[in-house]
């Protein structure tokens, strides 16, 4: 069992930056791919980004609309995983969710990993 609970969301104007993190619960943290998710009102679950577990390297993997904008990390001592989000643009409002599974080395689909933050909101002011 794993319990993701997400931070650092927050407005910020257009070209700006934001960093968020997700704190996870349990001692097998870096066995768990995780990835951020984000929703927009009235619209489905995204993917944005993910970072598969330590043994199968770390890899990192984007969203063709956040790709050479956000980066995603984790950082295994402390249990957590980030989002660095830079040059934001106005559709990148949304609630944001962390999200974790131990099965998959990574995923782009929502419905593979088990385990989800309750989200946080990063509106981006035009």
């Known amino acids: 069992q794993v319990q993701l609970v997400e931070s650092g969301g927050g407005l910020v104007q257009a070209g700006g930056s934001l960093r968020l993190s997700c704190a996870a619960s349990?001692?097998?943290?870096?066995?768990?791919?995780m990835g951020w998710f984000r929703q927009a009102p009235g619209k489905e679950r995204d993917f944005v980004a993910a970072i598969s577990s330590r043994s199968s390297g770390g890899a990192t993997y984007y969203a063709d609309s956040v790709k050479g904008r956000f980066t995603i990390s984790r950082d295994n001592a402390k249990n957590t995983v980030s989002l660095q989000m830079n040059n934001l643009k106005f559709e990148d409002t949304a609630v944001y969710y962390c999200a974790a599974d131990s099965s998959i080395t990574y995923s782009n689909k929502a419905y593979e990993y088990d385990y989800w933050g309750q989200g946080t909101q990063v509106t981006v002011s035009s």
């Open positions: 349990g001692r097998t943290f870096s066995s768990y791919a």
